[in-house]
Every structure is written in C-alpha cells, then in structure tokens.
C-alpha cells in the first residue's frame, strides 16, 4: 500500500508531539529549585536586577532574571557555566579584588555568604524552577485536519476546463469563457467594448504607470488593422517604464523602504540597489519562481560572473530591509522580533498567509501549529540580518550601525592608504580612551562656559575620527556593500519560545516548512546551510498550491481593481473566497505553463475581451453585482500616487525618464535621524526638486515625499498588496494649494504659450490631450475661453489693487557647532526644521490665467481616474 503525501504529512505531525515531550529537559531537583528560590533569587534581586533585567536595562548585555540570560551571557561571555564556578563570569565579577570593578559597581557589594551562596548554586548546576510548557504544544488539532481537507486554498492546483458559453463569439479567450459562463449563470450581460481613447489610456497607465503621448493616442485611433491593441500591448510590455511600474508593485509587496523605522530611524544608504534589481527583473521577464529564489537565497545559489554574484546578493535585501527597533533594549528579543519580521513578508508575499500570528501560540483561524511558525524560525535564526544594524537602547551617533553585518560585494576594492589608516587607528584609539575616561565622571559632567557639559568635545572628537576611519576602510562606505542575508556561521534548529517570548526557551524544533498543505518532492533541509535555499524550493515548487495562485491573483487585481480573491495578501480562512475559482486555477496553472512569465500573464490578461470592457455601469447591473465581482464592466480606478506625480510631470513636459545613478539616501551615514530634522528635510527638498519617475524618489520610513503623501501611498512597515484609495478634504486641498501642482501647472502653461501663432482654441485641445489624454468637445473649448478671459482680467485689477508686499523679515539664524547641540551625547537634537513652501508666481496676467486652467485640469476627477 502507498501513502498518500497528505498522510505522510499527518503522521509526521503527530508523531512530533513525543518528540517535542522528549527535547523538553529534565525537571529540575526540587531542592535545588528551593534553594534557588530561598537564598539565590533574592541575592540577583536585590544586587542585580537594577542593571540587568527586563524591566531595567541589560547592562553589558547581559540579564540575570533569566537563566538563558545568564548562560549566554553578555558582550564578555557567559556569566553562569553550570558546575564550574570558577569559569563563570558572575561568580568572578562578584569576587574581583579591584573594589572599584567589583559588581555591583553602586551599592553594597555580596557578603561573603552571599558569595558562597552563588558558588553553591553554580556548583551544583544552576537550577532554576522549569519554565512551563503548554500541553497543547505538538499535538495535533481535529479542527486543522478539517481545515486542510475543506478549504479551497490549501488543495491542489486544477487545470479545469473552460466551459461552454451562450454566446461563443463574444470571447477571445478561455478566461473570457470563464467570465462569461458566470454572467450567463447570473443573467447578466457584458456592456460594451472601451472606445480606443479609453483603451489606450487604460493599458498605458496599467502597463507603465504613465499616460499615452498624443502621438501613441492619434497613432492607435488611426490604425485599423486587426492587430492595432496587440502592438500597442507589446510595445509597453518592451519598455523600460513596464518595469519601473510593476516592479514598484513588488516593492510594495516587499515592503520597501530606505530606513528603519520610527523607534530610532536609522537610513539603509544601500537599499536603491535592491530597487534597483527588482525594476531591473521585472523587466527582464525573469521566471517569478526564479525571481523568489534569488530574493531569499541569492546568496546561496550559483552565479557565473562577479556582477552576477553581486545581483543574487542585492536580491536578498528582500530580507533585510524591513522595520527594525534598534532601541530595543535585549538583543535575543531584537533578533527574534527581524525573524518575525522575514516570516511575515516570506509568507504574506508569497504564500498569502498570515503565518506571523503563530508566534506565540496556534493559529487561531488557520492550520498553522506554532511548531510550523518555529521550523521556519529556525531558517531564519541560522541567517545573519546583514542590514547593517545593531540594537541598543539610548544609543547615540554610529552606535547602531554595525558594518560587520552588511553583505559585501565582489567587486574588488583598491585598499586604502595603510598609513593614513594607521595614523587614524591611532588617533581614533587615544580618542575612545579619552572619551572613556571622562564620561560620567564629575569632571565630564560639570558646565563648560558654553553651558554644555565639559566632556561633550571628547564624544564629537572621537565620533568624528570614528567616521573618518570608517570612510576609509568601511567597503559600505566605500559603496560596495548591500543589505541582505547570509548563512549564520551558528547553523541549527531552534526552540518554541513559549508564548512568544524570546527569552522563554521550549522544546526545540527541526526546521522546515508549512504542513497546511502538501508540496510532493520537497527537499529536506541541508543540515550544513541555513535550509533558506530549501525554503525558496518549496515556495516555489510547481506543486505548491498557493504561490502561482497568490501572483496570479496579484496581477488580475492589477489589472482590473480587483483580485479573483479581493484579500489579496490573505488566502488564509478569514480571508475572501475566489469569485472565479476555476478561473484562478487556470489562471495559475496557465501561468506555470508559460515558464512562470509575468509579462506573458499580463499580455494574455489585457488581450481579452473583458479587460476591453467599457466602463459603463447599467442600473441593473449595479444592484446584481455592485461590486463587479462577475466583471460585467471595467471598473474605473483613481490613480495612485506615483501616477498621478509622473503624469502630471509628463503633461508639463518637465518628467525625466532616465534613472539616477542610486538614491538621496546613499549619502546619509548610517546614524539616527529625525524625521522633521535637517536630514529630512535635505531629502524632502531634492524629492520636491527631482523630476525622475517617482519610484526613484527617497523613501524613508516616516519621510514621505510630499507630492505623494496626499493619495495614501504605500504602508512601508507591512506587505501591501493592496493599497488605500481614500476621497478626503486634504486631497483637493493639495491640488489646490501645492507648490508641485501650481509649479508643473505653470510648466504647462508655459509649454502652451511657447508657440505665438496658435489660437488659444487649439492651446485649450493641446491643453486636454496632455492632460486627459482626449480632445475637448466645442462646448469644452467655449467654456475654457470664457474662463481664461474672465480670470486675466480679474487677476490684472486684482495685481493694480494689492499694497505693495511687505519686506520679508530676517529669519533667526540657528547657532552652529557645539552650542546648537543637546547636552546628552546619547541624544540628536530634536529642534524641528521650519517647513517653507514656495511661492509659484506667474510672470503676468496670461500666463497666471493659463496656470490657473491647466490646474483646474490637474485638479479634475477625469485627470485623477482610468475608465
């Protein structure tokens, strides 16, 4: 007889929990606990505890209130060897014959019985009471089991066939059939086909984010062959802007951002590059299976040339560059909090699940066991997080960067100047030794006459020579490193935290992957590497059930506003069931077929008659579907954004295609910043000044771009597949009041007026198609004249009644040098950096009335939404 996958699965899941029962370690010896409890705790507590535990700070990055704590030690090493007084740390510490260096270094020191109180303790193995664990850990669940059998996202992916439909020349392909045989069920019919200006407009902003020209509008209008749509399609999938657009949705998904995060931002001068890649591969057309591969095991897998090497290990900062709280005080809490963070994007982009909310118990909705949450854990505990930072709580200057964790690459760097290094190892040793010893002390604290305390310039003068050493020798610095991942040189399982808490060690857990579903073929983990290429196998593996269905669905809710499956980041059971479930299967299994291609998936998507629909919306219709679900029309969408940013720069003729050479933030070291702080406000300015498509723009966690904060762009913090789409006050009002819209409004009006022998009738056609991407109707040109005429001559009486502008007064110079900053080293200065907005002044009359009607246009809800 032969098992079944799925059998297999089951057994071994059960079988798992006696093995999670026999890796628990022995009850301790109750005495020993007793004495722990009696004479030992009460020795940390009152001794220790204020310098080293959770509800303190862990000092030397050690704490004492925990056993794992005290077995791993601190930044100097174990502070408890079980058996070995003599080799442990807390024993030595607390006996040191220098007085002045004996811990605790404020308060009484141990007595000598306390003394023998913890070489008691240690020798005779370090007990501590048996951290509890739940029952429920390992065992299997009926209620999963159920889940497994019945939910349609966990079943093997189906090649069903298209089915018969009423009306069979109305489809062009099977997934019009598809659609069709719901509307035929539902007695609904399709409306009609999009005029071609529409069309046009549609797939443009759809495949690039950008509008058509006028000359690609008038050039689709007139050709009547039966292939017109196809070019138009082939020629947008071929350009560069395809993947600027696209690409941009993967960072979305990737939760891409160039800074850490809100606790203490600190910026990833290297995360263009992994932008840089994803645009790069999307246009390329690498196989999507590929393209996971490389984002988690780049590092892993073979390259045939140096800049190869390089670009698999710029992939992996798909793993890097998410949140991280550096203030976090505890450095096991740090480190497991990042794996969270790898195991939500890994399985949420991919896979669609919410994986994450087995950390600290079962899923309560999904049949993902935390034992399942711990085998991936432990991929990600045997990787290093090589973004490039540390954690450190009230940490100051380049404390929170640590160059050790950035990934290097290949490319070969001539060495500095030995002698200029030596002398800066010199002088930067003799500043550390300086600073270390006077700080705290009351020398160092006592005011200099500046008001500032007197051991300020030690920390500035050894941070500065700090910077100085790094930027020769740094290869980050150098601009040869990124942020990503590598195998851990420490490669093992790891254990179930028990509720979540890092510091609470459980059973330990083999690592490997989800047990909701089968995946025939699946390689185990290679106990010699991370298992992080295994991993990427089994995601990617033709037999996985949900990641051809999860992009599949992500490039229909693209196209047409929304997924087959509207959750589009949830395939989970509190998630939306599929519309069209055979159609996702096709969908799916068709794009597995064609060689994992996403551009031949978003050809085939827009050559089909559904996706050509009009958008015309029969009152009937409305109250059947209201949301279109059955896709009986094409649904208007409002633009993002980006979009709307670039094609308000491409109407005013001022929109740069070309890509920049890397990022703003390449420039800014890796220490805290403040997001209303000169930093941000540096990047703020070049953001507004730049004319680049906008996923080149800065993208600071925290540090938005203005022109794009006003049409909810992306959440950086949390995969997105799908973004907001709100209609609030603020949006109007930046139409209205932003000196981006008014300056690229003048733009255009210049860009008008630039030709003297043209009616202002034809300016005004001019004006619409680049703008709405149309010609205006007679009525539309009439009303634009009346308007033009009437606003130069209000703003000429308006120019001749206004008083003449007061002079601006001097602004308040902010002090320079040491006096403008905070007294504590382990601070930034917090003052805010004063927010000016441009003036945007027309040059006369004409001009200010043809800048008001090219923003009334910007302003419009037709330039907002594709039909």
Not at 243 to 270: F, K, M
Request: charged share 25%; proline share 8%; hydrophobic share 40%.
């Amino acid at each position: 007889m032969t098992l079944g996958p799925r059998l297999i699965a089951l057994m071994a899941f059960v079988a798992l929990a006696p093995q999670l029962a026999a890796a628990e370690p022995p009850a301790p010896d109750p005495a020993k606990v007793e004495f722990f409890e009696k004479k030992v705790r009460p020795v940390l507590v009152s001794h220790c505890y204020t310098c080293h535990s959770a509800d303190t700070k862990p000092a030397g990055g050690l704490r004492v209130d925990d056993r794992n704590g005290l077995l791993q030690g601190g930044n100097t090493g174990p502070a408890v060897v079980p058996g070995q007084p003599e080799k442990s740390l807390l024993f030595k510490r607390a006996t040191q014959a220098d007085a002045k260096k004996r811990m605790p270094l404020e308060g009484q020191h141990l007595t000598d019985e306390q003394v023998a109180v913890l070489t008691q303790w240690i020798k005779d193995g370090a007990a501590w009471p048996a951290l509890r664990v739940p029952a429920s850990l390992g065992r299997a669940r009926p209620e999963y089991e159920k889940l497994k059998k019945d939910h349609w996202a966990w079943q093997r992916l189906t090649d069903p066939k298209p089915p018969v439909v009423r009306d069979a020349s109305w489809a062009r392909d099977d997934i019009d059939r598809f659609l069709l045989a719901k509307l035929d069920a539902k007695g609904l019919k399709p409306v009609a086909d999009a005029d071609r200006v529409t069309l046009i407009r549609r797939v443009t902003f759809d495949l690039t984010g950008l509008p058509p020209t006028p000359a690609d509008v008038d050039a689709f209008v007139a050709d009547d062959s039966p292939r017109a749509f196809e070019t138009v399609v082939d020629r947008l999938l071929a350009s560069r802007a395809f993947g600027e657009r696209w690409g941009r949705h993967w960072l979305d998904v990737a939760r891409y951002g160039e800074s850490t995060g809100p606790s203490r931002n600190v910026p990833y001068p290297h995360a263009w590059r992994y932008r840089d890649y994803v645009i790069d591969a999307v246009n390329a057309d690498v196989p999507f299976d590929r393209f996971v591969r490389e984002q988690i095991a780049g590092d892993l897998l073979p390259a045939a040339t140096p800049a190869e090497r390089d670009r698999l290990l710029t992939a992996t900062g798909f793993l890097a560059l998410g949140v991280k709280d550096v203030n976090q005080r505890f450095k096991v809490r740090f480190e497991m909090d990042n794996v969270d963070e790898q195991i939500d994007v890994v399985t949420r982009s991919v896979l669609g699940l919410t994986v994450s909310c087995a950390r600290c118990h079962d899923h309560k909705f999904d049949p993902v066991p935390t034992t399942d949450y711990y085998a991936l854990a432990g991929i990600f505990t045997s990787s290093d997080n090589c973004a490039g930072v540390r954690n450190k709580m009230g940490g100051g200057g380049l404390d929170y960067y640590d160059p050790a964790m950035l990934v290097t690459l290949t490319t070969d760097l001539p060495p500095p100047p030995a002698e200029k290094v030596d002398k800066l190892r010199v002088e930067v040793a003799e500043a550390k030794k300086a600073w270390d010893a006077i700080r705290g002390t009351p020398e160092g604290l006592a005011l200099a006459p500046n008001g500032l305390p007197k051991q300020r310039p030690f920390r500035l003068k050894y941070e500065k020579l700090q910077g100085d050493l790094l930027a020769l020798t740094d290869p980050a610095a150098r601009g040869h490193a990124v942020h990503g991942v590598r195998d851990a040189k420490a490669i093992g399982d790891t254990a179930v935290r028990i509720r979540g808490e890092a510091e609470k060690l459980g059973p330990v857990v083999p690592r490997g992957f989800l047990t909701a579903f089968d995946v025939p073929g699946t390689a185990a983990v290679n106990p010699r590497q991370s298992g992080r290429l295994e991993l990427a196998g089994w995601l990617t593996s033709p037999k996985n059930p949900l990641t051809p269905r999860v992009i599949a669905n992500r490039v229909w809710q693209h196209l047409f506003g929304r997924g087959i499956v509207a959750t589009v980041d949830n395939f989970g059971a509190t998630g939306d069931t599929p519309s069209h479930p055979e159609l996702l299967d096709h969908l799916a299994t068709r794009f597995v077929r064609d060689g994992w291609s996403v551009k031949k998936l978003v050809r085939t998507v827009v050559l089909t008659r559904a996706y050509q629909l009009g958008s015309d919306a029969p009152a009937g219709h409305r109250v059947a579907d209201p949301a279109n679900a059955l896709v009986w029309r094409h649904s208007p969408r409002r633009l993002d954004a980006e979009e709307i940013r670039d094609a308000t720069l491409a109407a005013a003729g001022r929109l740069d295609p070309k890509r920049p050479a890397a990022s703003p933030a390449k420039d800014l070291r890796m220490i805290e910043m403040r997001d209303n702080g000169p930093e941000a406000r540096t990047i703020n300015e070049q953001a507004d000044t730049s004319a680049r498509r906008s996923v080149y723009l800065p993208l600071l966690r925290g540090v938005i771009p203005r022109s794009l904060e006003a049409f909810d762009p992306v959440e950086q913090s949390l995969v997105s597949g799908s973004r907001d789409t709100t209609t609030v006050p603020g949006q109007a009002l930046y139409l209205l009041n932003s000196s981006f819209v008014r300056r690229q409004s003048l733009a255009l009006a210049d860009r008008l007026l630039a030709g003297k022998d043209i009616a202002d009738a034809d300016r005004v056609r001019q004006a619409y198609q680049l703008v709405l991407g149309r010609a205006p109707t007679e009525a539309e040109i009439g009303r634009a004249g009346t308007f033009l005429a009437e606003y130069e001559s209000a703003y000429r009486e308006q120019v001749a009644a206004a008083p003449p502008e007061p002079a601006k007064p001097a602004q308040p110079v902010k002090p320079k040098g040491p006096a403008a900053q905070p007294a504590n080293p382990d601070e930034i200065d917090q003052t805010s950096e004063p927010v000016v907005e441009e003036a945007i002044r027309p040059k006369d009359a004409h001009t200010a009335a043809w800048l008001a009607f090219t923003q009334a246009l910007f302003a419009s809800a037709e330039f907002r939404y594709v039909k």
